[in-house]
């Protein structure tokens, strides 16, 4: 009997794994008809053997799926969640390598794998020089690929499919970034409806605002999804840069903070709930990082651009660019003063909010551990006394700050041994650092060899299929893939 439910149990992760990749290439139909319109034959070619053979697979599955009696337990939601990343990145990255390449060079099943994990792992690293060169379809794919990468693909198919009404919490808990994980709502589907509603109204008001500094409407588009995914790529080699607006810089500036903050805050603010929002602990310190940052980088610049003004734009575009992990610039920040540069370092080290598009480690527990050090400091002077970590005006459960402690180790030693591998191969301490932090942290751009006027093309092939694996890992939380690899996982 138990066996019987164990095949049946893998039976239907199989079937809802077959589900996922239905519904991501469902994502790519716009793009499809993007290529029809434009006759872009080869994109045609590339798009449909690709939607037709998961589609094939997935419809079968979707007619005949039974609401099962079985929760997802947190082994099956780790497993079901790691593997419908990849494969929806290998699955995303035929559109790239059967387009032709970029300028007419062909791209590899190399760079085609690191662009797809680039984009759903809302990485926005590249391999591509000469991204105006592309067909417009596979831009558009690009973008929307960072844009459901997200929120995530699997947050998608439980807003969509309340048959995942069963174990569906364990799917959000393994996808969704943030040492704690929530429900806004009694139901987890309703959960995933309002998160996505945010993020879809979100995502509007800034096309319309690109809209309104001037953009084409497919560039405001693709620089909408990129951006509210903290993704970071554009449709134009320059970047950004290429507007020349203060409007544009502005805009994306606000809203990539805005993507970096925790939406289940925005759900409270719909309800009403302002106070929640201003008691938040990890919001407020986001925000004060990003405004002594900008405040600094902007004293630093001044005396470089002549204008304080000029400064602050430069300032907080890349302070809000940086914390956020959305990893795109407007100028050369490795020409800027010492400090300058250096502030936009350690903001590497920090990461958005929980709960947030945003990568790296997170605000939230850099925040504990600097309570908790502050308690051991205390503890040291008052050896009899107790202290708890505050957050949002309550007590912090222990399991938080061993949670945020296990965590940051955990991230520290995958950047040190990404740092020895890429160096071991050829490539400076510096930029091998840089490259790890980046990629763990799914920032996108660094300094050195993945400063902001080059690209990831010249690292080896076997990095780049590291760094794919390890985009991956960052962008589920790192536990959620490295507990997989652990004998005692799999003997509970």
């Known amino acids: 009997m138990a066996k019987n439910r164990r095949h049946l149990k893998w039976l239907t992760l199989l079937r809802l794994l077959v589900l996922l990749l239905g519904i991501t290439a469902l994502t790519m139909a716009p793009a499809l008809i993007l290529a029809l319109v434009l006759e872009e034959k080869a994109m045609v070619?590339?798009?449909?053997?690709?939607?037709?053979?998961?589609?094939?697979?997935?419809?079968?599955?979707?007619?005949?799926?039974?609401?099962?009696?079985?929760?997802?337990?947190?082994?099956d939601g780790f497993l079901l969640v790691f593997l419908a990343w990849v494969f929806a990145s290998l699955m995303g990255a035929f559109p790239y390598y059967l387009s032709g390449g970029s300028g007419g060079t062909a791209i590899n099943m190399t760079d085609a794998v690191f662009e797809s994990v680039c984009g759903f792992a809302t990485t926005g690293a590249t391999t591509l020089a000469d991204v105006e060169s592309l067909p417009r379809s596979l831009v558009l794919w690009r973008s929307m690929s960072h844009w459901f990468g997200g929120m995530g693909i699997v947050l998608l198919m439980v807003a969509l499919m309340p048959l995942l009404g069963v174990g569906g919490f364990q799917l959000i808990k393994a996808e969704t970034p943030g040492p704690e994980k929530e429900k806004v709502t009694p139901k987890i589907t309703s959960t995933a409806k309002i998160l996505w509603f945010?993020?879809?109204?979100?995502?509007?008001?800034?096309?319309?605002?690109?809209?309104?500094?001037?953009?084409?409407?497919?560039?405001?588009?693709?620089?909408?999804?990129?951006?509210m995914a903290s993704g970071g790529v554009s449709t134009k080699n320059a970047g950004l840069a290429y507007y020349n607006s203060a409007f544009i810089d502005g805009t994306a500036a606000v809203f990539m903070l805005l993507a970096g903050f925790n939406f289940n805050l925005y759900y409270r603010l719909l309800r009403g709930k302002i106070k929640d929002v201003l008691i938040n602990t990890e919001g407020r310190a986001y925000l004060f990082i990003f405004i002594t940052a900008a405040g600094i980088i902007t004293f630093a610049l001044t005396p470089v651009y002549g204008s304080a003004g000029t400064a602050l734009r430069y300032a907080a575009y890349h302070a809000a660019s940086i914390l956020s992990t959305t990893g795109s610039a407007i100028v050369d920040y490795e020409t800027w003063p010492v400090t300058a540069k250096g502030v936009l370092f350690c903001l590497m080290f920090i990461g958005g909010c929980?709960?947030?598009?945003?990568?790296?480690?997170?605000?939230?527990?850099?925040?504990?551990?600097?309570?908790?050090?502050?308690n051991e400091l205390r503890r040291s002077i008052f050896p009899r006394g107790v202290f708890g970590v505050q957050l949002n005006r309550k007590v912090g459960r222990r399991d938080v700050i061993y949670g945020a402690a296990g965590f940051t180790a955990l991230y520290g030693l995958v950047t040190a041994a990404l740092t020895l591998i890429a160096a071991a191969s050829g490539t400076d301490v510096f930029s091998s650092f840089s490259a790890a932090l980046s990629v763990t942290g799914n920032a996108g751009v660094g300094f050195g060899a993945i400063g902001p006027s080059k690209n990831y093309a010249a690292f080896a092939d076997h990095l780049k299929w590291i760094y794919s694996f390890v985009m991956i890992a960052g962008r589920l939380e790192l536990w959620t893939v490295f507990i997989l690899f652990t004998p005692e996982f799999w003997r509970r």
């Not at 929980?354 to 502050?374: D, E």
Request: proline share 4%.
């Open 45 to 75: 070619r590339a798009f449909v053997p690709v939607m037709g053979t998961a589609l094939a697979a997935a419809l079968p599955v979707f007619f005949t799926f039974r609401r099962e009696s079985l929760n997802l337990s947190h082994r």
């Open 354 to 374: 929980s709960g947030s598009t945003a990568g790296g480690v997170k605000v939230i527990r850099h925040v504990v551990l600097w309570k908790q050090a502050g």
């Open 198 to 227: 945010v993020y879809c109204i979100l995502t509007a008001a800034l096309t319309v605002l690109f809209l309104l500094g001037g953009m084409p409407f497919f560039d405001a588009l693709c620089h909408a999804f990129t951006t």
